[in-house]
Every structure is written in structure tokens, then in C-alpha cells.
């Protein structure tokens, strides 16, 4: 059994910076696909970033230059650096596995953006 834990959510000001981190357990992460999703009070959930066992990234467009995915596999630890920090990119982060042939959420954190 994969358990997802994320953390580093909070409050922050526009413009400012926050870095998530998604650590899992049960088994190791580097060698399978990890993402980043986000939803908003009364929307769906979307996809943000993620990344696979060759470090290949993808981004949703209106976080590229501002968010980066990365993962640090001796800490079986993937994180979400997110730079300039914008109203619209508060929501809960949630992190996202697929392992062999399953697939697990972790019970995300959240991210407020206000002044």
C-alpha cells in the first residue's frame, strides 16, 4: 500500500513563494509517474506538473516559468516550487502516483494566496 503525505501549504502574499512536498511510503517513487493536481473551492480538480522516471516535466501553461516539479529520490520525496504566486493559484494541492498498476491521491494541502 502507497500512502502520499504532502506538505509546505499555507498562506502567502501575491508574489511570494511557497515549495510543496509530496513524501511517499510503501514503497519507493522513483521509478513511477508522480504529479500535482489543484482544486478550487466549486471547480474541478486540474492538473498542475509532473514527472517520471526520466525527469521528463509537463506543466499546466499558466504555471509554466513560475512552477517547478522535482523530486529527490533518496528522501522518495517529489516537490512543487512555486514562484510569483498569484490569487488565482490558491486551491488545495493534491499529489498524485501511479504505481505498477495503481494509482493513489494523498490527502493534499492547501495554498492560500491573499494580501
Known amino acids: 500500500q502507497v500512502q502520499l503525505v504532502e506538505s509546505g501549504g499555507g498562506l502567502v502574499q501575491p508574489g511570494g513563494s511557497l515549495r510543496l512536498s509530496c513524501t511517499g511510503s510503501?514503497?519507493?517513487?522513483?521509478?513511477?509517474?508522480v504529479a500535482w493536481y489543484r482544486q478550487a473551492p466549486g471547480k474541478e480538480r486540474v492538473f498542475v506538473a509532473s514527472i517520471d522516471s526520466t525527469l521528463t516535466t509537463y506543466y499546466l501553461k499558466s504555471v509554466l516559468g513560475r512552477f517547478t516539479i522535482s523530486r529527490d529520490n533518496a528522501k522518495n520525496t517529489v516537490y512543487l516550487q512555486m514562484n510569483s504566486l498569484k490569487p488565482e493559484d490558491t486551491a488545495r494541492y493534491y499529489c498524485y502516483a501511479i504505481v505498477d498498476t495503481d494509482d493513489y491521491w494523498g490527502q493534499g494541502t492547501q495554498v492560500t494566496v491573499s494580501s
Open positions: 510503501g514503497h519507493i517513487l522513483s521509478p513511477y509517474f
